[in-house]
């Protein structure tokens, strides 16, 4: 499983262990397919020793492994999502229940490097969130 080779690197170079607890983390993280919360990711890992204090100190490190991404949806928590292997994406959120919509789009994506381009920036990533009332709601 690759993302566990670069986490571990990621690791390594800070001095840092792969311990057996991370590594149960990390794979609870890449187990779930939904944007989710520290606390959530803690509930899954419940009954396998796993201290709410040590998923709160992983995540950091998750994201600045370039493994995990952190979103605000304007939600009162911070919610994350696995990035390692799918393609760049925005969220459509509803601002009444919350609901989030992934959505790919490469011609926003081809319009974000000409821009990026043309100010002279190397494109690396993007976050766009769209907020509005989705159709469940509006009925």
Avoid: W
């Avoid at 944007?35 to 509930?43: Q, S």
């Avoid at 979103?71 to 928590?77: C, I, P, T, V």
């Avoid at 381009?117 to 009925?139: A, M, T, V």
Wanted: proline content about 1%; aromatic content about 10%.
């Amino acid at each position: 499983m690759e993302y566990r080779k670069i986490f571990n690197n990621y690791l390594q170079e800070r001095g840092l262990r792969l311990t057996k607890v991370r590594d149960l983390i990390l794979e609870a993280v890449f187990a779930t397919h939904t944007h989710f919360d520290a606390e959530e990711l803690y509930d899954s890992l419940k009954g396998q020793a796993v201290s709410r204090a040590t998923v709160y100190r992983t995540m950091p490190l998750l994201v600045d492994s370039g493994l995990v991404k952190k979103s605000m949806f304007g939600l009162d928590k911070e919610k994350y999502e696995h990035i390692y292997g799918h393609p760049n994406h925005f969220h459509i959120i509803c601002i009444k229940c919350g609901r989030v919509i992934e959505q790919i789009d490469k011609k926003l994506e081809t319009a974000i490097i000409e821009i990026t381009e043309r100010n002279g920036f190397e494109y690396e990533d993007y976050h766009l969130k769209i907020s509005g009332i989705c159709s469940l709601c509006k009925e």
